[in-house]
T-cell receptor
Framework: DAGITQSPRYKITETGRQVTLMCHQT?????MFWYRQDLGHGLRLIYY???????DKGEVPDGYVVSRSKTENFPLTLESATRSQTSVYFC?????????????FGPGTRLLVL | AQSVTQLGSHVSVSEGALVLLRCNYS??????LFWYVQYPNQGLQLLLK??????LVKGINGFEAEFKKSETSFHLTKPSAHMSDAAEYFC?????????FGAGTRLTVKP
């Protein structure tokens, strides 16, 4: 029962480089989410996806790109990393997108942009 | 749009003491409310949630929360703290496909 996994767990990169964070879930959940966690801000939604090939912006989408060609994968790409994107990134999934639905979180990716 | 305010970024209690973590929300529709816990270097786990029905919600590990509409609050309590409760706790409100999280409260439990 793998659940939801993220890779890499830790990443150091330089300003201007492209970085892709991977997220994989084994439950066949329809909805997937990307959050960033910063001190004092809690978690903020970057993008979410309701199904394969359906994505939408969250609260803080600028500088990020997502895709979802398969239900189980939801990669997040930083096209040109900036220092302000240093953060901990969490992927989550839920079975459906109703308001009452619990989200299940991955272990997170800690990204440092130098 | 919905929002969440958690009062107190850090709370420290002694082992065996009452735990009270405060959460106030704003929402334009009847809210669905959640408490999540995050242990060091891990993702968030659901503690409990309020959707409809009984306003006192019981969760895992002896935690409970009460939805008070008149006070727009959803405070988290536990009668007796254990060392293993040390973690960060997040309150969240759900509206549409968007879940908004509070900034978190770090709970420290002293022996």
């Amino acid at each position: 029962d793998a659940g939801i996994t993220q890779s890499p767990r830790y990443k150091i990169t330089e300003t201007g480089r492209q970085v892709t964070l991977m997220c994989h879930q084994t439950w066949s959940h329809s909805y997937m989410f990307w959050y960033r966690q910063d001190l004092g801000h809690g978690l903020r939604l970057i993008y979410y996806s309701a199904a394969a090939d359906i994505t939408d912006k969250g609260e803080v989408p600028d500088g990020y790109v997502v895709s979802r060609s398969k239900t189980e994968n939801f990669p997040l790409t930083l096209e040109s990393a900036t220092r302000s994107q240093t953060s901990v990134y969490f992927c989550a999934s839920s079975e459906v997108g109703t308001r009452r639905e619990t989200q299940y979180f991955g272990p997170g990716t800690r990204l440092l942009v130098l | 749009a919905q929002s969440v305010t958690q009062l107190g970024s850090h709370v420290s209690v002694s082992e065996g003491a009452l735990v009270l973590l405060r959460c106030n929300y704003s929402s334009s529709v009847p809210p669905y409310l959640f408490w999540y816990v995050q242990y060091p270097n891990q993702g968030l786990q659901l503690l409990l949630k309020y959707t409809t029905g009984a306003t006192l919600v019981k969760g895992i590990n002896g935690f409970e929360a009460e939805f008070k509409k008149s006070e727009t609050s959803f405070h988290l309590t536990k009668p007796s703290a254990h060392m293993s409760d040390a973690a960060e706790y997040f309150c969240a409100v759900s509206e549409g496909n968007d879940m908004r999280f509070g900034a978190g409260t770090r709970l420290t439990v002293k022996p």
